[in-house]
C-alpha cells in the first residue's frame, strides 16, 4: 500500500467519523512531504485554491496530497440546461432545488505530475443522524474538478 493510498484510507475514516458525529467536514489536505504527512486547513482558501496551494506544495516539497470537502454533488444529465449552466459557470450546484443536489463528500487525491483520482459518498440525513455511504470512484473527474485539482506544482 502506497503512501497516497493510507491517506485516502485515512481521508475515508476520519470523513465518517466527522459526518456521522453531527459535524460539518472543514476542508483539509492532507500533504505528503519528505518531513512526513502535514495536515492543512484550507477553509479560507477555497476561492484561491489555484493560486495559493500550488506554491505551498512547491515550498513543502509536497509528493501528492489528498483533499477532502464537503460540498453540494448533484447528477445532471449531459447536455441538459442545468449541466450547460453550471459548467458555464452561471449556477453553482447549491442553486439546484434541494431534490436536485445531494450533500457528499468529495476527496481528491493527486501524485505529483500525476492525474488525479476522484472519489466521493453522499451524506444522508436520516431520523437517527447524518450517515456516509460508501465511497465510490469517478474515473475521469480530476479534470471537472477545475481549480481542486492541481496535478503538478
Avoid at 1 to 6: E, I
Avoid at 9 to 27: F, L, M, Y
Avoid at 121 to 143: H, V
Wanted: glycine letters at 10%; hydrophobic letters at 35%.
Amino acid at each position: 500500500m502506497t503512501t497516497l493510498d493510507k491517506m485516502e484510507q485515512c481521508a475515508k475514516e476520519s470523513s465518517k467519523r466527522i459526518v456521522e458525529s453531527g459535524d460539518t467536514h472543514n476542508p483539509i489536505m492532507l500533504v505528503d512531504t519528505p518531513m512526513g504527512l502535514c495536515v492543512v486547513g484550507i477553509g479560507g482558501l477555497k476561492d484561491k485554491f489555484r493560486t495559493s496551494i500550488p506554491p505551498l506544495l512547491r515550498k513543502m516539497r509536497a509528493t501528492g496530497y489528498v483533499l477532502i470537502v464537503e460540498a453540494w454533488t448533484t447528477i445532471t444529465p449531459v447536455g441538459s440546461d442545468n449541466a450547460r449552466k453550471i459548467l458555464g459557470g452561471e449556477m453553482e450546484v447549491h442553486e439546484l432545488p434541494p431534490d436536485d443536489r445531494d450533500e457528499a463528500i468529495i476527496i481528491i487525491s493527486v501524485e505529483k505530475g500525476n492525474r488525479g483520482k476522484v472519489m466521493t459518498a453522499i451524506i444522508d440525513n436520516t431520523p437517527n443522524g447524518r450517515k456516509l455511504r460508501q465511497f465510490r470512484d469517478l474515473p475521469g473527474a480530476s479534470r471537472s474538478m477545475g481549480r481542486m485539482a492541481i496535478e503538478d506544482w
